[in-house]
């Protein structure tokens, strides 16, 4: 290898290591307004509003106060 195809793969790997970590893909789940939490544990999760609600009563006749 020659000193400037040495220089120019170096200038490359520089740029990959360069990119922001926002470039990286971003998971997926369920948004936090469809997250079901009771006592600090996570219930469920659903878009539905009443399938929400089930969850909730689900959990508070299964292991509630």
């Known amino acids: 290898m020659t000193l400037n ?3 120019i793969l170096s200038a ?5 290591l360069a990119t922001p970590a926002s470039a990286a893909p ?3 789940g369920p948004s936090a307004s469809n997250v079901v939490i009771e006592n600090g544990t996570v219930v469920g999760a659903d878009p539905d509003a009443r399938i929400r609600g089930a969850l909730m009563r689900e959990w508070d006749f299964r292991y509630g106060e």
């Not at 490359?12 to 990959?16: F, I």
């Open 12 to 16: 490359l790997g520089v740029a990959l």
């Open 26 to 28: 971003q998971a997926h």
């Open 5 to 7: 195809s040495k220089l």
